[in-house]
């Protein structure tokens, strides 16, 4: 599987960090369908595509972002939720700084599962890793419509996850905690900015550096899905707003 590198997001010349960019290893872990292939591709892409395929093994993109103090170069592990990938999931999570844990929130099994990753990262991966619990699909929730929007009757009771029951857990656990819609791209890149904010300096690496296990080496351990071969004009007019 061949690495290609996302659209560039770049600093503003009073930022702070506007020099080489800090490399962190971020992996998306969770269940099948609960749309993490999606949320990847809202970030680093601006787009979204209904009924995408299902990743296999695992994908990987990369994005920067600036913030108040830092640049951030994202280097993202997009894992497969079905359980025959089970097992390669700590080659993707072994040296982390970040992980992005999702759910769906109309498929209550989907948090459990979730639930089980948290515990899995918290036992095996790096003891100071960000993690983020997300709650995917929030355009099904009729209770989380923006001013305007509208859903069919079918949908309108689609959640099952309250999201008091969720950001408890969440708080409980000491995690990060987003719900986020991938399709209308609400709260995507308020994700990525608050866990790129979270993540001490310290533990970053510059750009181009290996140090920290960064990925990479893992790329021939398994077939993946490059997904970045889906956009093919996304260019930089939606620079990520990190």
């Known amino acids: ?30 269940e099948s369908a609960v749309g993490k292939s999606s949320l990847v591709l809202r970030f680093v892409n601006r787009d979204y595509v209904e009924n995408r395929e299902p990743t296999i093994g695992a994908a990987f993109l990369t994005q920067k972002c600036a913030t108040d103090d830092r640049t951030i170069k994202f280097e993202i592990w997009d894992t497969a939720g079905q359980e025959r990938f089970h097992s390669l999931a700590p080659m993707y999570y072994r040296n982390s700084q ?25 036992r095996q991966a790096n003891t100071d890793i960000v993690i983020a619990l997300v709650g995917n699909k929030l ?11 509208s859903t069919s009757e079918e949908n309108e009771n689609e959640r099952q996850v309250p999201k008091e029951d969720a950001q408890a857990y969440a708080d409980e656990a000491g995690l990060l905690f987003f719900e986020t819609s ?11 900015a608050a866990i790129a904010k979270k993540i001490p300096l310290e533990n970053m690496h510059s750009s181009g550096s290996r140090g920290g296990g960064v ?14 071969q889906q956009s093919t004009s996304a260019g930089n007019s939606g620079a990520c707003a990190c």
Do not use: C
């Open 182 to 192: 991938a399709k209308s791209a609400y709260n995507v890149d308020n994700l990525f």
């Open 139 to 149: 355009d099904l929730a009729r209770d989380d419509l923006e001013e305007g929007e």
């Open 215 to 228: 990925g990479r080496n893992a790329a021939g351990l398994t077939h993946g899905v490059n997904l970045m």
């Open 98 to 122: 970040a992980a992005i844990v999702v759910y769906d929130i109309t498929k209550a099994t989907t948090l459990d599962k979730a639930k089980s990753w948290v515990k899995e990262l918290q």
């Open 1 to 30: 599987m061949s690495s290609t590198s996302g659209i560039e997001v770049p600093a503003t010349s009073n930022n702070a960090s506007a020099g080489k960019p800090k490399q962190v290893k971020l992996v998306l872990l969770g």
